[in-house]
């Protein structure tokens, strides 16, 4: 048995978060993962938004493993064979202090747990947390593991095991929250293709990158489409509602192939290799659906605490897994430093949360992961947009060109949309920016 003053579970970004601010307060830490190596088992789609490691590892972007700097971002919807795209592009995100990157998580991972073990933690790879330790009191005291005689006692806990939290369900901490209504699946394909090829077809030079994120590509199951370049292959991949998928008796495989086949994305893809398919499951209930963050001895940071914004144009989970995880370690400390690690003296994480970007951001956007997956967005408002594109490009003559409020009148009564809901909508996703 080992004794450390905080255990973390999981070297994904979370936990190497938690961990490095642990280690730079002095205090002995274990990090402990059970792949070979941090990332070896990791699957997102691609983009790392930086920013949020600005207080944590100066000049990040000198030493982040970057495929491509995001500096061209899309949303694109569709509806049967057509797409509407708003394409933005800034070359502000291609030079210091950037925006977003595209960064492979089997190069990510391991240089965070890099930067938490040079600062003094100790990385313990290949090792499953298997249960919670309890002291005379109940309260958490460490892990036990899948080593003999691996059991690491700790005065803290940090879980960053993931979406599937085995931990915080073990202690409790989720009352029934974590349905699969509120988790959803993401599966990607990563397709190599020559730079230069990526380059002619996304409008791309040097070390730029695009993003471009999708609605309306997923059938008759509610979810949302993404499509990044790195220097050398790109991701794409669809996010499903799971009970929209076992209701519409489909394979996410056959979805993703039909997204492949669109016209709007088949002749970016056209002629790749396919060298890599992945699925693994996303929080996406959002704020409403969080669990309890601490307890005895215990805290949990990432997507163990549901704490990723899967929402129509946002897909960022890593950035809140790095920032919730490094106030969980800053936390941790002063639990420790005050000599009270019961949930009272863990209730700082919390409060920390609410005033720092990461609860901030999951508040003000409560009500879009409902809004994002609800039908009228899924099928009525793409279809709507469709149609209303087309009209005002089509040129008719000899007819003259239709009036602008007759054109929303007809395209909202085809696609079922009544105007008082898409009043109302509005009004809901404004308020996520508002
Ligand atoms: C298809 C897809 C696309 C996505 N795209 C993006 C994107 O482009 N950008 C973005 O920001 N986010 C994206 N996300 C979300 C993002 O991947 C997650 O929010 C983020 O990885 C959460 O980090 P984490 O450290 O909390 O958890 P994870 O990255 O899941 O790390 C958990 C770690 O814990 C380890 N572990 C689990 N159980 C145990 C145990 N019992 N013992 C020891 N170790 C254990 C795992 O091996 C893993 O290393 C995507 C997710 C998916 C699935």
């Not at 499509?227 to 979805?255: D, I």
Request: aromatic residues 6%; hydrophobic residues 40%; proline residues 6%.
């Amino acid at each position: 048995m080992s004794e450390f003053d905080v255990v973390v579970v999981g070297a994904g970004p979370a936990g190497s978060a938690a961990a490095l601010e642990v280690a730079r307060s002095g205090r002995s830490v274990a990090l402990v993962e059970r792949g070979p190596f941090p990332g070896s088992k990791n699957v997102y789609g691609g983009v790392v938004y930086g920013r949020v490691l600005d207080d944590l590892v100066p000049n990040w972007w000198e030493r982040m493993p970057v495929e491509r700097w995001v500096t061209r971002r899309s949303t694109m919807v569709m509806s049967g064979e057509r797409a509407l795209t708003v394409d933005f592009r800034t070359q502000d995100w291609g030079r210091p202090p950037y925006n977003g990157a595209t960064v492979h998580r089997a190069d990510l991972d391991p240089w965070l747990a890099g930067l938490a073990v040079e600062a003094g933690a100790v990385l313990v790879p290949s090792t499953v947390a298997t249960g919670l330790l309890r002291g005379p009191d109940g309260a958490v005291a460490g892990v036990r593991t899948d080593r003999p005689d691996g059991d690491l006692r700790a005065g803290v806990v940090i879980a960053c095991d993931g979406v599937n939290s085995f931990l915080a369900k073990e202690a409790g901490l989720f009352d029934g929250s974590r349905q699969a209504e509120h988790t959803v699946l993401g599966v990607k394909e990563t397709i190599a293709l020559p730079r230069e090829v990526i380059d002619q077809r996304f409008a791309l030079r040097g070390d730029e990158g695009a993003d471009i994120e999708m609605l309306g590509c997923t059938g008759d199951v509610p979810g949302g489409g993404f499509l990044y370049t790195q220097r050398e292959s790109v991701s794409l991949g669809v996010v499903l509602s799971l009970p929209g998928l076992a209701a519409a008796r489909t394979r996410p495989e056959a979805l993703l192939a039909d997204l492949k086949r669109h016209p709007a994305i088949a002749p970016l893809v056209a002629g790749g290799e396919v060298v890599e398919y992945s699925a693994h499951l996303i929080p996406e209930g959002g704020y409403l659906h969080l669990p309890r963050l601490a307890g005895d001895g215990l805290l949990v940071a990432g997507d163990a605490a549901g704490l990723c914004l899967a929402a129509g144009i946002w897909l960022e989970g890593v950035n809140f897994a790095l920032g919730s995880g490094a106030q969980a370690g800053r936390s941790a400390v002063a639990a420790l430093d005050e000599g009270d690690t019961s949930k009272r003296g863990l209730a700082g994480y919390r409060k920390a949360l609410e005033r720092s970007f990461v609860l901030a951001d999951h508040r003000k956007l409560r009500d879009i992961p409902g809004l994002v997956m609800s039908d009228r967005v899924q099928r009525q408002y793409p279809g709507l947009l469709c149609d209303l594109a087309q009209s005002v490009f089509q040129v008719d003559n000899p007819r003259p060109k239709p009036g602008l409020r007759g054109l929303l009148r007809r395209s909202a009564k085809d696609n079922g949309v009544r105007l008082r809901h898409l009043v109302r909508d509005a009004v809901t996703g404004m308020r996520g920016f508002g």
